[in-house]
Nanobody, 128 residues
Framework: QVQLVESGGGLVQAGGSLRLSCAAS????????MGWFRQTPGKEREFVAA????????YYADSVKGRFTISRDNAKNTVYLQMNSLKPEDTAVYYC?????????????????????WGQGTQVTVSS
């Protein structure tokens, strides 16, 4: 299995930027599709972005498209989420997730129940 640790959250003003990191340890990182989700109190965990094992395919939620960028460095066992033009509605706990099941070359899992491994989360707060 793989262990995931997020970092980089914090408090930022609207319009600002943050970069989240998720460091993985354990099994071979490049064997996992990686995703970012977020959650606010009382709500379901929401998909943000996902990236294929090789980095060849990326998928974003409509709410973050054009503002957030997911990337990965398999040599460093790390996935990143660059968040620009942040809005108060982006405030949430952000989680990274990993999935080893191979869904084929095109499909990227975007539902939380498609991921087996989760980090502990990092808080992002955007003030207006």
């Amino acid at each position: 299995q793989v262990q995931l640790v997020e970092s980089g959250g914090g408090l930022v003003q609207a319009g600002g930027s943050l970069r989240l990191s998720c460091a993985a340890s354990g099994r071979t990182f490049s064997n996992y599709d990686m995703g970012w989700f977020r959650q606010t109190p009382g709500k379901e965990r929401e998909f943000v972005a996902a990236i294929k094992m090789s980095g060849s395919r990326i998928y974003y939620a409509d709410s973050v498209k054009g503002r957030f960028t997911i990337s990965r460095d398999n040599a460093k066992n790390t996935v990143y989420l660059q968040m620009n033009s942040l809005k108060p509605e982006d405030t949430a706990v952000y989680y990274c997730a990993a999935e080893a099941k191979y869904y084929g070359p095109s499909y990227l899992p975007a539902r939380s129940n498609e991921y087996d491994y989760w980090g502990q989360g990092t808080q992002v707060t955007v003030s207006s």
